[in-house]
């Protein structure tokens, strides 16, 4: 399939990298902006190598370029020090800068269209009422990975992951944020879920799907646009 010429992918892929760019100019912790901006360093290459054979969606790229800045920002400042949350707690008397759990909201949105998508493009789930369900799945699996990777930076650098951790002294951090990404992508699924479908259903996406689909061995319909799935 020949990609067709979007020019938001293109800003939004532009605007991540000059934030990036940005974020690495004097962090306030240069191991800590990697561990929190290799998943941009990453994804981004990634999304451009297979941009012609799997174009994404709008919506979904524009979540991604958001989430991306999130996550340079947290970067930057490490989560627990980022100026905007200063000013939140402060506002509004909270314990802590609470960045860090928005942060883990994102964390299970923005993937939620992300695995949402996948599935609905390579299996024959579109349209089945098991998509919802293993969509969050997969976020609060992806989340639990997620904080064993923060387990192993505690265990082999000590005091110097604090930066990475971000706990701010709450012993029940590690569960907090799983539950903040089971929030997000529980949201995710319940109000983008109408959105997203329409932008499959665009003909920006809809030749990939129908290639993917077809290969369901019979379980996806003849036409190629929903699966026979319950």
Known sequence: MTAVRRPLPVLLACAVVAALALSAWGPRDR????????????????I????????????????LAVHALVL????????????????????FGLARNPYDRFGH?????????????LLSRTSPLRGSRWLPPLTVC?????????EMLEWLAAVTGGQAADAFLATQ???????????????????????????HDRQL??????????????????????????????
């Open 169 to 195: 002294g709450d012993v029940w951090d590690t569960q907090w944020d799983m539950f903040c990404a089971l929030i997000g992508a529980t949201v995710s699924v319940l109000v983008m879920s109408r959105l």
């Open 105 to 117: 909201l994102m964390q299970g949105f923005v993937p939620a269209v992300l695995v949402r998508e």
């Open 72 to 91: 340079i920002v947290g970067g930057h400042y490490t989560y627990a020090q980022v100026p905007v949350g200063d000013w939140v707690r402060d506002t």
């Open 138 to 146: 997969a976020c609060l699996a992806f989340s639990a990975v997620f």
């Open 48 to 63: 451009v190598l297979t941009w012609r054979r799997f174009p994404l969606t709008d919506l979904l790229c524009c979540l």
């Open 201 to 230: 259903d665009g003909p920006r996406v809809t030749s990939s799907c129908s290639g993917a689909w077809s290969t369901g061995a019979g379980r996806t319909s003849t036409s190629g646009t929903r699966p026979l799935l319950p």
């Open 31 to 46: 191991t800590t902006w990697f561990l929190e901006t290799v998943w941009v360093l990453v994804g981004l290459p990634l």
